[in-house]
């Protein structure tokens, strides 16, 4: 009886063991090493001390909203070397079902906005700023920004592919003559 019980102990402590390896890799964080179309490897841990190479995830999707062709929404948001992400793997076994999740803000990585009410897509220089009440797209300091009542522009403003100054009040035409009237919903 005894062997048989030491044998049971030990058949249950190797399955606590396998269970706590597929918890721990159920979800990991790494940053993402290598990108290949639309998928990426992730490095989970630094680098062997005796090889030198890093453990990397298995090739896996980075996670996108799909549901376009269903009445919903599709984006497609791409990753940089570097970045920080999850690795989620429902069943502790890291494979092609796996999924790269985006990570929440970090001080390398900070939030675009301090303003919490506020949508706001940033990628480099370039950013759309949404609120509910206006949308607003920029570049550098050069804007667009949309409300109920207007659109304002921050930078030189060109109009339907127009290559005409505006007429304006005060202004002179080319023949010399001012300007009694002028545009009313294009305002200088």
Known sequence: MIPTLARELRSLYK???DLHRRLA???MTGKVAQIQGDKVR???MPADGRTGKPFLSPWVQVQESAGDGVGGYSTHVPVAIGETMRLLSPHGELGPHSIAVRDGYTTDNPR???????LVIKHGNT???MD????ELAVGDAAVKISADEILTTKRTRLANGNRKVHFVGGLDDGGD???DGADDVLV
């Not at 675009?112 to 506020?118: A, E, G, K, W």
């Not at 509910?132 to 949308?135: A, C, D, F, S, W």
């Open 132 to 135: 509910g009440e206006t949308v």
């Open 42 to 44: 992730l490095e989970l």
């Open 127 to 129: 950013r759309l700023i």
């Open 25 to 27: 890799a159920s979800h």
């Open 112 to 118: 675009p906005t301090d303003h919490d009410q506020r």
């Open 178 to 180: 001012v300007a009694v």
């Open 15 to 17: 399955e606590v063991d």
